[in-house]
């Protein structure tokens, strides 16, 4: 199947401390979406990007799909304990394929 | 938003046995269903498409006749593992979407095979 990568697989910071996690795509994605997992829990969306070089934020979280629509990233700002979990993209082949995800874990 | 649920949550079956995995599509027909399996610590990685009234569409190396898939109507697809083996515990997850707009999981079946 199609393969989204997503780097970096894990990411330790403190609490405040800024976090990024990138997605990238050997083909065009008509969209991409990203999802974050809490630990025991299933994938909750949390923002689909659809434009060349969309920019979408969410109030500390900052999304953006890259000019050529085949790579994407998720910046949190001063991160907090409640944005601990594994964060995933999707990118839409016409069907979602899932990146190998980032898990995020916070230090207070 | 879709609203689906998935049962059980949890099973545990002998090795050898037949599990039967249902995700429900409350309120929200859809044409297509997907099946995921994750592993421990590990990303979604998409079984299989279900299609209702028509046969699933599987990955590349997915197994079709250990993986039954069966999407009799708008609100309902099944998953069946035949005769599973301990590598075959992992967890299980369906999804609903609507064409490009997001997709909406169940809460996942984990599946243990002793």
């Known amino acids: 199947g199609q393969q989204v990568m997503q780097i970096p697989q894990y990411q330790h910071v403190q609490e405040g401390e800024d976090f990024t996690t990138y997605c990238n795509s050997s083909t065009t994605l008509s969209n991409i979406q990203w999802y974050k997992q809490r630990p025991g829990g299933h994938p909750v969306f949390l923002i689909q990007l659809v434009k060349s070089g969309e920019v979408k934020k969410q109030k500390r979280l900052t999304f953006q799909f890259g000019e050529a629509k085949k790579n994407s990233s998720l910046h949190i700002t001063a991160t907090q304990t409640t944005d601990v979990g594994t964060y995933f993209c999707a990118g839409n082949f016409n069907k979602f394929y899932f990146g190998s995800g980032t898990k995020l874990n916070v230090k207070p | 938003g879709a609203v689906v649920s998935q049962h059980p949550s949890r099973v545990i079956c002998k090795s050898g046995t037949s599990v039967k995995i249902e995700c429900r599509s409350l309120d929200f027909q859809a044409t297509t269903m997907f099946w995921y399996r994750q592993f421990p610590k590990k990303s979604l990685m998409l079984m299989a498409t279900?299609?209702?009234?028509?046969?699933?569409?599987?990955e590349q190396g997915v197994e079709k006749d250990k993986f039954l898939i069966n999407h009799a109507s708008l609100t309902l697809s099944t998953l069946t593992v035949t005769s599973a083996h301990p590598e075959d515990s992992s967890f299980y997850i369906c999804?609903?979407?609507?064409?490009?707009?997001?997709?909406?999981f169940g809460q996942g079946t984990r599946l243990t095979v002793v």
């Open positions: 279900s299609n209702e009234g028509s046969k699933a569409t599987y």
């Open positions: 999804s609903v979407t609507g064409g490009n707009t997001e997709a909406f």
